[in-house]
């Protein structure tokens, strides 16, 4: 069946600008993860969402940073106000049981 | 002290041969180890979970879990140089839900 997937693949912008990353998770998965990569670095993580139990957001690194699932399905990831340090990849990965999570294949934000 | 350790690489092994690859983490209460293969642009991809001391074996990988050491190790067996990639250890820590926590990666390189 059809994977995660994520939009835009890839997102240019300029530094002060507002951007929205999109993942659709695989069918029927209830669990939704955001991770991002820099570059040569390894995953950190930076929110969860589990069903209709409130989001962890433990991860995210500023204010600046929030993000939202609709339905139970579609989530968006909104980065308010980019700044340089925020350029990495930006994975999204569900899961339906707490542990295997699968990845879709990421979105490359670059802040100019 | 990082919670994920791996060592960076790179990894060199010829084809044929056993590669191995190491992952120390620091929660002695992890239940749950994932090992992931990422390709050098491409998302995480995974192809390996376990949950019990011991050994899982599937097709030319096998898992090695030691709870006591707080190890968790992966094999490849008759390694090819389509197996050349940067792989990734996660563990899901106590009290953190599903997160996962990486390490920062081993690349492997299989020699022909």
């Known amino acids: 069946g059809a994977g995660v997937s994520q939009s835009p693949s890839n997102k240019v912008t300029e530094k002060g600008k507002d951007v929205e990353l999109r993942c659709d998770p695989i069918?029927?998965?209830?669990?939704l993860y955001w991770y991002r990569q820099s570059l040569g670095q390894g995953l950190e993580f930076l929110i969860y969402?589990?069903?209709?139990?409130?989001?962890?957001k433990s991860g995210l690194p500023s204010d600046r940073f929030s993000a939202e699932r609709t339905g139970g399905s579609v989530s968006t990831l909104t980065i308010q106000r980019t700044q340089q340090e925020d350029s990495a990849v930006y994975l999204c990965?569900?899961?339906?049981?707490?542990?295997?999570?699968?990845f879709g294949p990421g979105t490359r934000l670059t802040v100019l | 002290q990082k919670e994920v350790e791996q060592n960076s690489g790179p990894l060199s092994v010829p084809e044929g041969a056993i590669a191995s690859l190491n992952c120390t983490y620091s929660?002695?209460?992890?239940?749950?180890f994932f090992w992931y293969r990422q390709y050098s642009g491409k998302s995480p991809e995974l192809i390996m979970s376990?949950?019990?001391?011991g050994d899982k074996e599937d097709g030319r990988f096998t898992a090695q879990l030691n709870k006591a050491s707080q190890y968790v190790s992966l094999l490849i067996r008759d390694s090819q140089p389509s197996d050349s990639a940067t792989y990734l250890c996660?563990?899901?820590?106590?009290?953190?839900?599903?997160?996962?926590?990486f390490g920062t990666g081993t690349r492997l390189q299989v020699t022909l």
């Open positions: 990965a569900s899961s339906l049981n707490w542990n295997e999570q699968f």
């Open positions: 069918s029927g998965h209830t669990a």
């Open positions: 969402f589990q069903g209709n139990s409130a989001p962890d």
């Open positions: 929660d002695r209460g992890s239940q749950s």
């Open positions: 376990i949950y019990s001391n």
């Open positions: 996660a563990v899901n820590p106590t009290g953190t839900a599903s997160k996962l926590t």
